[in-house]
C-alpha cells in the first residue's frame, strides 16, 4: 500500500511539474501599434531614402517590452543595398540594434544613449554576402513604461 501511494505521489509531482514548465513559456508576438511621433519620423526618412534611390521592402510598428529585444525575420537577398532603421520611442532612455546573419553570427551592432541626437533613430546600410534569412533584435530601454513601447522598424532596398 505504501508503494502504491509513493508511485502515485511521484507521478502526480512529475505530471504537475510537466505541466508547469508548458504553460510557464511565453510566446513573443509582434503586436502594432500606432505613434504620430513616430510615424511623422518614419514618413521623412522613408521620403529621404527614396530620393537616394530606396523603397521601402517592409515596415512595421511594434509593441515592445523595455529592455528586451523584438525578433525580426527577415529575407535579404546576396549584393543587395538594404538600409535597416529602427525608431525608438522618444521617452525611451537607451536604444540598441543587432543583426544575426543565418549562422548566427552577429553582423551590426548599433548602440544610441537619449543625450545623442537623433538618438531614437537606428539606421545603417547593409549589403549581405548571402542570401539568407537574417535577425533583427531591437531593443530599448524606458524607465517610465515597462511595456507598451512603440518602435517603428523599416527595411529599404536601394533600385536605382
Known sequence: MKNRLKTYLLISIIFLSAQYSVFGQEVIKQVSCYDSTLKKEADSLKASFYKQGFVVVREATMMM?????????????????YQIVFIGDLSSKLFELRMYDFNEKQV???????????????????????????????LQINKTKKKNVCGYIMMLKKVK
Not at 517590452?65 to 543595398?81: A, C, D, H, N, R
Not at 543625450?115 to 537606428?122: C, G, P, S, T, V
Request: net charge negative; no cysteine; charged share 25%.
Open 108 to 138: 551590426v551592432y548599433v548602440k544610441h544613449y537619449e543625450l545623442d541626437k537623433l538618438a531614437n533613430i537606428i539606421s545603417y546600410s547593409y549589403i549581405p554576402k548571402f542570401t539568407e534569412y537574417h535577425m533583427i533584435k531591437p
Open 65 to 81: 517590452e523595455s529592455e528586451y529585444e523584438m525578433p525580426v525575420i527577415v529575407p535579404l537577398t546576396e549584393g543587395s543595398w
